[in-house]
């Protein structure tokens, strides 16, 4: 037997596997574990802690022996936050595991595990699987609701309507005025399609009156637009969607207005108006907006007048709408990485820290998700967001994978991105690997994970690169990352939509099936049954990227019980994926084909045909 064959099965994370409870209070004893493989050449480990400035260390208690050992012990947490690693005496020597894995010298203090106490958290998302609705492109319920024709001009365009059957306009000549009428009754109508993908979570892009399709433009933030059916028409939604123990997250943009917005046309008549004070100005007295974009004015957050308005008073936008009759669960952020910033104004921490403490004094369960596209962890410690968009984390790296060119690589807006050479299974492991332990672990959980959206091409699209069996295994993946799923409307069916511009990520949802890609349909019901049956171990589950090589990459979520595995390979021919079982300690197949997977004690063996992935279940 290797005398160093225990090391492969150290495992510990900040994660309910290893820590309980994972959300503790200051002063609270918390259990802390750390798994090895079976093995007598492992005399004590300890676990060594920060407590108020000194090292502090406890020697563990060995509570399980087979298949794997598995050493626990508690500490109080007096620091915020608390600090540790842990120090394996072995036969031959002393070693450090931290997040950096096995040393045999001490991590410093950024290697360390690490845990907040006082964080909030927001358990009903781990579970969840997320429909993402873009409401004017989705389902017309209502019959005398939506945009007339030629009803209002607006930057440059009017208003046009349009059939389900047809194309949304290019930005140049729509100006996003091309109505396809999509409503909240459409919306209602369509809970038997959420059940079977077992949706439990809505998330709709902006419902605020506006003038746009998109409505990031907002003239109103305090009442629903009444294309969509109105404020009426919200309350319905939400309380039938409640009664379907389902939730509802909503978009909003508190960095900016539209130039319809009476706030605006009051500061542009009366700059000695409370209302001016909401704005930013340039030298030449007009608005600052945007990014430079002219219908988009920029919110001036030095006024507390708009702080109130907008989150910080009883009756503001952000927690009315918390309240009775809608008692809405959540808010995506909009640009949240942006907000307050402009020249020496840089307020943004300290408006997303007074945005939480307002939203969780209404409703502690309420979730705050921020878009950002790069690494969001500053803003995920406790005191702002609960998640981000996981662009960094599940897009990006998957979009590599299938071999197209990062966003932050392409011209523009990333709508046309080249194809290059795909990630490598070790280059995509990597990518997982840096996200997950960069990420605080307590905040894992909460994140939006995600493939397509309204401001991303749909990759299955990517007609010079798609490949269903590599696209499949994504999808896979995604339904397996801690955190939530989020399906872009139309993706379960392969909705149409190439690639070039935003607008082209924004078709119309087709409701005849004879027209769906019925391939897909199968995959995400299937996923969705999947996360219903293992929903305590994807929600309270540890991670782990298992192994990697050129050409494959093999991931696994697991508790004290059993594993479900996720395999990709990207080999064009057919492979057999060979991974070592010292940490998962897999026995028992439950649920996959017994032909493909070959368990033993000692390694995993599983049969893949060329780009194909597999997806299985595991006694540990």
């Known amino acids: 037997m290797d005398p160093n064959g225990w090391k492969l099965g150290v495992d510990s994370k900040v994660s309910w596997v290893y820590v309980e409870p994972l959300f503790p209070k200051k002063g609270e004893q918390v259990v802390i574990r750390i798994q090895t493989g079976a093995t007598d050449r492992v005399h004590t480990v300890r676990l060594v802690s920060f407590q108020l400035g000194r090292e502090k260390q406890i020697v563990l208690h060995k509570v399980r022996q087979s298949p794997f050992s598995l050493y626990e012990g508690s500490v109080k947490v007096l620091d915020d936050p608390i600090y540790w690693y842990f120090m394996i005496q072995a036969e031959d020597r002393a070693y450090s595991y931290s997040t950096a894995g096995l040393k045999a010298s001490v991590p410093p203090l950024r290697e360390c595990f690490s845990l907040r106490p006082g964080l909030q958290d927001v358990p009903w998302v781990g579970g969840a699987i997320c429909y993402q609705i873009f409401p004017d492109r989705f389902k017309k319920g209502g019959s005398h609701t939506g945009a007339i024709p030629g009803e209002y001009s607006f930057d440059g365009g009017i208003v046009t309507v349009h059939s ?52 990031y433009d907002c003239t109103d933030f305090f009442h629903v637009d009444e294309k969509l059916g109105g404020d009426e028409a919200f309350e319905h939604l939400c309380n039938t969607l409640h009664a379907q123990g389902m939730k509802i997250i909503i978009d909003i943009s508190i960095n900016h207005t539209g130039t319809e917005h009476p706030w605006y046309k009051k500061a542009l008549s009366d ?68 907000v307050g910033r402009r020249g020496d104004d840089q307020l943004c921490e300290e408006i997303w820290r007074e945005v939480r403490l307002a939203v969780k004094e209404e409703n502690p369960q309420a979730y705050l998700v921020g878009e950002d596209w790069v690494d969001s962890t500053p803003f995920l410690q406790g005191d702002m967001w609960d998640a981000t968009m996981n662009y960094l984390g599940s897009s990006r790296p998957m979009r590599s994978w299938m071999g197209e060119t990062d966003r932050y690589m392409t011209d523009g807006w990333g709508h046309q991105p ?29 994140q939006m994970n995600l493939i397509n959206s309204h401001d991303t091409p749909r990759l299955y699209n990517n007609t010079e690169l798609f490949n269903w069996p590599l ?68 929600k309270r589950g540890g991670w782990a990227v298992v192994a990697s090589d050129e050409h494959t990459l093999t991931f696994a979520r697991y508790d004290a019980a059993l594993a479900i595995v996720c395999i990709l390979s990207r080999a064009e021919t057919d492979v057999i994926v060979t991974f070592s079982n010292a940490m998962l300690c897999l026995s028992t197949l439950i649920e996959g084909m017994k032909q493909q997977v070959q368990i033993s004690t000692e390694e995993v063996q599983v049969a893949l045909a060329p780009c194909e992935s597999i997806l299985f279940v595991a006694k540990r």
């Not at 108006?273 to 704005?279: F, H, K, M, V």
């Not at 219908?295 to 503001?316: C, G, K, V, W």
């Not at 990597?430 to 996200?435: I, K, R, V």
């Open 271 to 338: 700059p000695h108006s409370e209302e001016a004070s909401y704005y930013y100005f340039n030298e030449d007295g007009s608005v600052a907006c945007w990014q430079d974009v002219p219908t988009l004015p920029q919110l001036n957050y030095t006024s507390e007048a708009l702080r109130d308005h907008i989150y910080r008073a009883p009756d503001s936008v952000m927690r009315s709408f918390l309240k009775p009759p809608y008692l809405q669960d959540g808010w995506r952020l909009d640009v949240s990485s942006e």
């Open 471 to 538: 696209y499949r295994g994504l999808v896979r993946l995604l339904y397996l990352l801690p955190g939530m799923p989020n399906i872009y409307y139309g993706e379960e069916i392969a909705l149409a939509g190439p690639y070039g511009t935003v607008e082209r990520a924004r078709y119309p949802m087709q409701w005849d099936e004879n027209v769906w890609d019925h391939d897909f349909f199968a995959l995400y019901t299937e996923l969705g049954e999947m996360r219903k049956t293992y929903a305590d171990t994807l």
């Open 164 to 215: 389900f059957d047809e194309q949304p306009l290019e930005y140049e000549s729509g100006r996003c005025l091309d109505f396809f009428n999509g409503d909240l009754a459409g919306i209602e109508d369509s809970l038997d399609h959420f059940k079977k993908l077992s949706v439990d979570t809505l998330y709709l892009n902006p419902i605020g009156r506006a003038r746009t399709t998109h409505r």
């Open 418 to 446: 080249a194809k290059t050479r795909p990630f490598t299974g070790d280059e995509f492991a990597q990518a997982l690997q840096s996200h997950l332990t960069g990420m605080p672990g307590q905040m894992l959980g909460m």
